[in-house]
T-cell receptor, first 112, second 112 residues
């Protein structure tokens, strides 16, 4: 089974609102990553948070990590129509195995 | 830099045929992986490699072979295509486990 599970599966908001997506995972991790996929395209890496970090920012993105709850959240502030995409979390297992496992993703629609 | 190049972009196979999906990267990345993505789902790891000469199985390796004779290339071989292998295949590479993946644009494979 996949390591990361995202919630909600789909999210629809108005432009300017904030979007929050959650990810839960099952085993110990080295780091957790978030990716974006526009329809029919490849994935684009957004941000990586290491297991010893609790929060990380990149532009309008804020990622938190709670290793005790095995969960992470991605917050997109002041969303834009161009943020419409699918967002995936992915976990890198502990032990530097190189094995990156993806969740099923959250589909975000931002209405203009 | 071309990044991660996948060929072909589209392919139709008959059941039982074999073929090789090509993946090449020019970023001197050690880590490479193959994923498949089925409609409405996340990515599932097929095989991955942490360096030339080293490969390992992912979540769904059955029916696929890989080899990594050079740092640049990581071909995926379908031994005897089945309709269940109809999917979009993504190749990705990264420098090491503390970096995010760079994805190719994908190969859309249909097995009839």
């Amino acid at each position: 089974s996949q390591q990361g599970e995202e919630d909600p599966q789909a999210l629809s908001i108005q432009e300017g609102e904030n979007a929050t997506m959650n990810c839960s995972y099952k085993t110990s991790i080295n780091n957790l990553q978030w990716y974006r996929q526009n329809s029919g395209r490849g994935l684009v890496h957004l941000i990586l948070i290491r297991s010893n970090e609790r929060e990380k920012h990149s532009g309008r993105l804020r990622v938190t990590l709670d290793t005790s709850k095995k969960s992470s959240s991605l917050l997109i502030t002041a969303s834009r129509a161009a943020d419409t995409a699918s967002y995936f979390c992915a976990t890198d297992g502990s032990g530097n195995t190189g094995k990156l496992i993806f969740g099923q993703g959250t589909t975000l629609q931002v209405k203009p | 830099n071309a990044g991660v190049t996948q060929t072909p972009k589209f392919q139709v196979l008959k059941t039982g045929q074999s073929m090789t999906l090509q993946c090449a990267q020019d970023m001197n990345h050690e880590y490479m992986s193959w994923y498949r993505q089925d409609p409405g789902m996340g990515l599932r790891l097929i095989h991955y490699s942490v360096g030339a000469g080293i490969t390992d199985q992912g979540e769904v390796p059955n029916g696929y072979n890989v080899s990594r004779s050079t740092t640049e290339d990581f071909p995926l071989r379908l031994l005897s295509a089945a309709p269940s292998q109809t999917s979009v295949y993504f190749c990705a590479s990264r420098l090491d486990s503390v970096y995010g993946y760079t994805f190719g644009s994908g190969t859309r494979l249909t097995v009839v």
